[in-house]
């Protein structure tokens, strides 16, 4: 068994299908309201927020992005039960011209292969298809 540390989020019904999600640190976050993020856009929120900050660490050690922008989709399928598809990860990078933006430009390939293959959580939870225990309590 390992020390890893379990991570949490508690949600709060606020109204018919509106939640507050609140964290460990009380950070706070209403999911599916009007105007709110619904939870498959947290779902691809997550996915590329993970990744970003990988790549991010791993490219601007050479130079200040001049632009990162960072696009998830994906298609939600209904046949055999909801479930999102074709999820597509797309960075959109650019740094400056010199030596310093040319060894952060050629960072961007080994970093975004690294962050899937090793250190992105997100990505690779979706992609072993890890099993999730559902339990009911009473309040």
Avoid at 104 to 115: G, L, Q, Y
Avoid at 124 to 134: K, Q, Y
């Amino acid at each position: 068994m390992t020390d890893a540390p379990t991570h949490r989020v508690t949600l709060t019904r606020l109204s018919e299908g509106v939640y507050e999600a609140r964290n460990g640190r009380g950070t706070t976050l209403t999911v599916n309201g009007a105007g709110h993020f619904s939870a498959i856009e947290l779902l691809l929120a997550a996915l590329g927020g993970c990744t970003s900050v990988d790549v991010d660490l791993m490219t601007t050690r050479r130079a200040e992005p001049e632009a990162f922008e960072v696009v998830v989709s994906g298609t939600k399928a209904t046949e055999g039960g909801n479930r999102m598809t074709d999820l597509q990860v797309s960075f959109r990078l650019r740094f400056p011209g010199g030596e310093d933006g040319d060894k952060a430009r050629e960072r961007v390939p080994r970093a975004v292969k690294t962050s899937h293959e090793r250190h992105c959580t997100v990505s690779r939870t979706i992609e072993a298809g890890t099993p999730i225990a559902f339990t009911i309590e009473d309040a």
